[in-house]
């Protein structure tokens, strides 16, 4: 199977996944949730070379990592840190991935790069005034996952504002969405349960992987005559 039928199977396989969600099939959805970023890592393996390729392998792996061991978040809170450290190195080597990506050497908009900060900025203090106080022992990591974060979806806006069109919009709205759906993640456990909170967190999730692998992949291409 080459790259695009794999990301056509793995926007198939999503789709089936959700609704089975989205009708709480939880025992099913259990079974298959393992199954999903695979499609995407052999996506992106039978893809063309290039040179962060395996950087981009490596998150995708941490994340398949972290999604294998939140399944037994609800036997102990071990699994939730553990969970929490996969997708933690995840973030980490996604901020490498950005760094390594060619930037044109043109001059990037300096009010533009303000703003974004400005709203990063404000999206981690906001988030982490809200969650603290329910955190308990879980603070300290916490924080450090926030910042991650808020560190990777930085390194998205630094590049979106450098790479090419249309892959550095991909790579931000992956990016924002994968914020997104760890803050629906940190809201429900912590703060308040969210209605259809598990449909919604895999639905952005999913969307997040997807947007920001197929703007690598676009971001990498090579045209040919």
């Given amino acids: 199977m080459k790259s695009p039928l794999l990301l056509k199977f793995y926007i198939g396989f999503s789709f089936f996944y959700l609704l089975i969600l989205l009708y709480n099939l939880e025992n099913i959805a259990w079974y298959l949730k393992g ?6 890592w052999l996506a992106v393996y039978f893809s063309s ?11 995708l792996l941490f994340s398949w990592i972290g999604d294998v061991i939140l399944l037994f978040a609800n036997i102990a809170e071990i699994y939730f840190i553990l969970g929490l450290v996969a997708f933690l190195i995840s973030h980490v080597i996604y901020i490498i991935l ?6 044109p050497d043109v001059p990037k ?7 974004g900060l ?27 996952y926030a910042l991650a974060i808020s560190t990777m979806l930085f390194y998205a806006f630094n590049g979106y504002l450098l790479w090419k ?17 760890d803050s629906i993640l940190a809201m429900d456990k912590f703060y308040e349960p969210i209605y ?14 997807y947007l920001i692998v197929v703007g690598i992949l676009k971001l990498n291409s090579v045209k040919t005559k």
Avoid: R, W
Avoid at 35 to 40: E, F, R, S, V
Avoid at 166 to 181: C, D, E, K, W
């Fill in 109 to 115: 908009n300096k009010g533009s790069f303000l703003i």
């Fill in 98 to 103: 950005f760094q390594k990506q060619n930037k």
């Fill in 49 to 59: 070379e290039f040179p962060s390729k395996k950087i981009l392998l490596g998150a």
């Fill in 35 to 40: 199954l999903l970023i695979p499609i995407l």
């Fill in 118 to 144: 400005v709203v990063i900025l404000i999206y981690l203090v906001t988030m982490l005034s809200v969650l603290l106080p329910k955190l308990g022992d879980l603070q300290v990591p916490v924080i450090i």
């Fill in 196 to 209: 259809k909170s598990s449909f919604f967190i895999m639905l952005t999730y999913l969307m997040a992987q």
């Fill in 165 to 181: 069109k249309p892959a550095n919009t991909y790579i931000l709205l992956g990016a924002i969405i994968f914020v997104l759906s």
